[in-house]
């Protein structure tokens, strides 16, 4: 079973600043099963990009995914209030699928 | 437009069974690719995949709770059903049902609302 490491567990930031969030994989995932979710308090979780780098419909393009193999990342180029979360990774392998423990971007 | 809605008791007490039923509208569990899944999430803590059924009736499930759970299908219906045996407080937690598009589609697309499960005596 792929685990899935994210971090930091918490980003303390302000609106308009850069996210950079890291989902590690415990061993190689193919792009193409790779996912990020967005969870706000009281909500169910939003898919943001899944294979690695495509924006889900409706997506804003301040959102973007990248990496290969174990490392993957997602990047809010400019923080909006709506954006402050948490966010998960998730991977499809050897026909299970599996999320990360979450990164919680809050404002700083 | 893709709806679920998951539904079942809201307590239950230990070493009970739980049975959750995630009654879709939308798209059709017989389509290829297809697949409706299980993910749960305690209290203030991360997501867990548990269980996932498929268009053509295979079924996945979370190694660490595989025997434990089993999900169904009822087509005509359009619901899932998913069964949790031997209820532990460790189980509390808000259990969401979710829509995975299709083939080479490896991500939940629409999720219903949620429902919160306390198990306690």
């Known amino acids: 079973e792929i685990v899935l490491t994210q971090s930091p567990g918490t980003l303390s930031l302000s609106p308009g600043e850069r996210a950079t969030l890291s989902c590690r994989a415990s061993q190689s995932v193919s792009s193409s099963y790779l996912a990020w979710y967005q969870q706000k308090p009281g909500q169910a979780p939003r898919v943001l990009i899944y294979g690695a780098s495509t924006r889900a419909t409706g997506i804003p393009d301040r959102f973007s995914g990248s990496g290969s193999g174990t490392d993957f990342t997602l990047i809010i180029s400019r923080l909006e209030p709506e954006d402050f979360a948490v966010y998960y990774c998730q991977q499809y392998g050897s026909s299970l699928w599996t999320f990360g423990q979450g990164t919680k971007v809050e404002i700083k | 437009q893709i709806t679920l809605k998951e539904s079942g008791p809201t307590l239950v007490k230990p070493t009970q069974t739980l049975t959750l039923t995630c009654t879709f509208s939308g798209f059709s569990l017989s389509t290829s690719g297809v697949g409706v899944g299980w993910i749960r999430q305690p209290p203030g803590k991360a997501l867990e995949w548990l269980a996932l059924i498929y268009w053509d009736d295979d079924t996945r499930y979370s190694p660490s709770l595989k025997n434990r759970l089993t999900i169904t299908r009822d087509t005509s219906k359009n619901q899932v059903v998913l069964t949790m045996t031997s209820m532990d407080p460790v189980d509390t937690a808000t259990y969401y049902c979710?829509?995975?598009?299709?083939?080479?589609?490896?991500?939940?697309?629409?999720w219903g609302q949620g429902t919160l499960v306390t198990v306690s005596s």
């Open positions: 979710a829509h995975r598009p299709g083939l080479s589609r490896y991500y939940f697309d629409y």
